[in-house]
């Protein structure tokens, strides 16, 4: 890196810590998780980035020099998809040139992947049911698994006659699949770091890391499905608080090892069941935010900054989000009362987003500077705003995106 690259980083990075710390930096910092948005731009479709790592990088290198984000999102996690998502089989996701059209993006598929009767499995024996029972069922390659006896058989003598089961076709193809997939994660790992090592070189710094979910969305998300988790808040409370606590520490240890491994300080944390639209202020208290709390503070006793992607509108909820360590977070907010947030939260929490992904992609660059003045105006008033897109930028119109970065540049500066 040269000096000018390296003072470059160095100016971004510290203006990215002191706004998060809730320190005044020298001018409002402004960002935005492009993902799909430079194939778009340059010509590629969504299929291309999911299957070619080296182009997926290329773009991303040449968006962010155009740019010009105060810190560079990672994109190969979120992006890089389709050899392990083909390698499994995976029945969670529809994606871009498999069941989709080829510049169309990833869909999440809801499901019942756990039933209600299947609680106590969980409970008792956690990686036998998912081993036997889920990964099956959302992945055609691992059918096999469902023939495999108890695992907790396997903690006897391992002599010969043990490995049997494995010697089946179809068991030996879902073990294939699992090295396939391997291989294929390791591959996202490789090209994470490279694409790390890359934006430092051109001066950028990269908010990658460790992701986790708050505990309720992983088992309302994954297993239970949104219609069967929102039946248990009623019909088996305990049973819904007994399974949260239980993921809440599997979330906390795997977010952390994430992060250690990409060295990376921050946590990405996005959140689906527990706003304004789903569930009651009452159930938000009884359900969602005890462990979801838990899990933040964690992570900051760990060091970590945990970046909380408020998904929906949960302006009711802001006056209980607060109550976390101040200056050591970053609350992403979709479609919340952003002014009503900076209120509740200034002295607590920094606050990223959030220009419409609506406006960025349906309207003017002149509706953006007056919407990003007025997030500057107020929200950005003291510190604590980090500017950017309301949800990944995929559809935006270049020129509004370009508006975006450019004012912020210009205007957020403070005298």
């Known amino acids: 890196m040269d000096d000018e690259r390296e003072s470059l980083y ?52 040449r ?12 994109p190969i996690v979120n992006t890089f998809l389709g050899p392990t998502l083909d390698a499994l089989d995976f029945r969670q996701m529809q994606w871009a040139g498999r069941q989709l059209g080829p510049d169309i993006a990833f869909q999440f598929v809801e499901g019942e992947y756990m039933k209600a009767e299947e609680y ?43 490995f049997g089961m494995f010697a089946s076709p179809a068991m030996q193809a879902a073990l294939d699949a699992v090295k396939q997939a391997g291989q294929e994660a390791g591959r996202i790992g490789y090209y994470t770091r490279l694409y790390e090592e890359r934006m430092r070189q051109e001066g950028f710094p990269t908010q990658g890391g460790g992701i986790a979910l708050a505990p ?22 305990d049973t819904v608080l007994r399974a949260i606590d239980m993921l809440l520490p599997l979330e906390v240890e795997t977010a952390i090892a994430m992060a250690r491994k990409t060295e990376s300080r921050f946590v990405h ?7 304004d639209g789903f569930m009651s202020p009452a159930q938000f208290g009884k359900f969602y935010w005890p462990t979801l709390r838990e899990l933040i503070i964690a992570l900051i006793k760990e060091g970590l900054t945990p970046h909380v992607f408020w998904e929906g509108d949960c302006t009711s909820r802001l006056e209980v989000i607060k109550d976390i360590p101040p200056g050591k977070a970053i609350y992403r907010f979709e479609a919340t009362d952003v002014f009503k947030a900076k209120n509740a939260l200034a002295e607590r929490v920094c606050i990223r987003g959030s220009v419409p992904i609506s406006l960025l992609s349906t309207g003017t660059p002149e509706d953006v500077k007056a919407y990003c ?28 995106l370009r508006a975006m970065f450019e004012f912020t540049r210009e205007y957020g500066v403070y005298r």
């Open 10 to 61: 160095k100016a971004r990075q510290k203006r990215y810590n002191d706004v998060i710390a809730l320190a005044l930096p020298d001018r409002v910092p402004v960002t935005a998780a492009f993902y799909f948005f430079p194939g778009r731009y340059y010509g590629y479709t969504v299929k291309d980035l999911m299957y070619d790592p080296e182009t997926l990088l290329d773009l991303h290198v």
């Open 63 to 74: 968006v962010t020099r155009e740019f010009k984000p105060d810190v560079s999102q990672s």
């Open 120 to 162: 106590d499995h969980f409970f008792s024996e956690p990686m036998d049911f998912v081993v036997r029972t889920y990964w099956p069922r959302i992945s055609g390659a691992l059918q096999a698994f469902e023939n495999l006896p108890p695992l907790k058989n396997f903690t006897g003598f391992m002599g010969h006659g043990a």
């Open 216 to 237: 309720f969305d992983r088992l309302g998300d994954y297993l239970r499905g949104t219609k069967g988790v929102m039946l248990d808040m009623y019909r088996r409370p």
């Open 269 to 275: 944390i996005p959140l689906h069941k527990g706003l």
């Open 373 to 400: 003045r007025r997030l500057i105006d107020y929200v950005g008033k003291g510190g604590g705003l980090i500017v950017d897109a309301s949800a990944s930028v995929d559809d935006a119109k270049p020129e509004n």
